[in-house]
Structures are given as structure tokens and as C-alpha cells.
């Protein structure tokens, strides 16, 4: 049974940090594509960061670049998310997600893409 399980979210101050990190059982996210998104109440859910090629090459919601840094663990199997300097309008549910494929560069941000999600994680940040 494949399940991605996020951990690392809380509450924390704006310009504070926070590691989110999705941990996959029965799979292993390998090289195909995959990603950090998140949803914040009446809002859809958009993505924040992702890792879109075979070789490691990633791509970021403009309103994240530069403070976020998604990485992966392919020890431990997890796809992590650095999140610093962060914004009250941060705030929303976090989820990991993957795809059956290896490339997506260009719809990296469609939910569409993605056929494994996990339950998601919570952030809130307060100014």
C-alpha cells in the first residue's frame, strides 16, 4: 500500500523557519516528478515547489522563490521542504505529492500530474 505522510508543520512567527518532510511507504520517489503544494482555506490548491526532471532540476511558485528549497532524501525516502523568511500568507495545509512520470517541467503545478498525495501537514504562520 503506497502512502506519503508529512510531518513537520506548525505554528511559528513570520520571518521563522519550518522543514517540512513527506516520507513515502510502498513506493519510492526515485526519479519521477514531485512536489510540494498547499491549500489555504476558500483558496485551491496551488504548487509551491517542485522537482521536475531526472536530473535533479527544480522549479518554485514565484511567491516562494528564494525563501523555499525543496530537496530529496533518497536514503531515507522523503521529499523535504526547506521553508524560510516566512509570511503570514504562508499559511495553509501542505501536501506532498508524485507522479507516474519522470517529466514535468512545464505542469509541475497541475494537481492533474500527481496520482499520489499525501493527508497533508499544517502551517500556520503569525505576524
Known amino acids: 500500500q503506497v502512502q506519503l505522510v508529512e510531518s513537520g508543520g506548525g505554528s511559528v512567527q513570520a520571518g521563522g523557519s519550518l522543514r517540512l518532510s513527506c516520507k513515502a511507504s510502498g513506493y519510492t520517489f526515485g526519479t519521477n516528478c514531485k512536489a510540494w503544494f498547499r491549500q489555504a482555506p476558500g483558496k485551491e490548491r496551488e504548487g509551491v515547489a517542485a522537482?521536475?526532471?531526472?536530473?535533479?532540476?527544480?522549479a518554485y511558485n514565484d511567491s516562494v522563490k528564494g525563501r523555499f528549497i525543496i530537496s530529496q532524501d533518497n536514503a531515507k525516502n522523503t521529499l523535504d521542504l526547506q521553508m524560510n523568511s516566512l509570511k503570514p500568507e504562508d499559511t495553509a495545509m501542505y501536501f506532498c505529492?508524485?507522479?507516474?512520470?519522470?517529466?514535468?517541467?512545464?505542469?509541475?503545478?497541475?494537481?492533474?500530474?500527481?496520482?499520489?498525495w499525501g493527508q497533508g501537514t499544517q502551517v500556520t504562520v503569525s505576524s
Open positions: 522537482i521536475v526532471t531526472v536530473d535533479g532540476a527544480t
Open positions: 505529492a508524485a507522479a507516474p512520470y519522470n517529466w514535468c517541467l512545464q505542469s509541475w503545478g497541475s494537481t492533474d500530474v500527481y496520482d499520489k
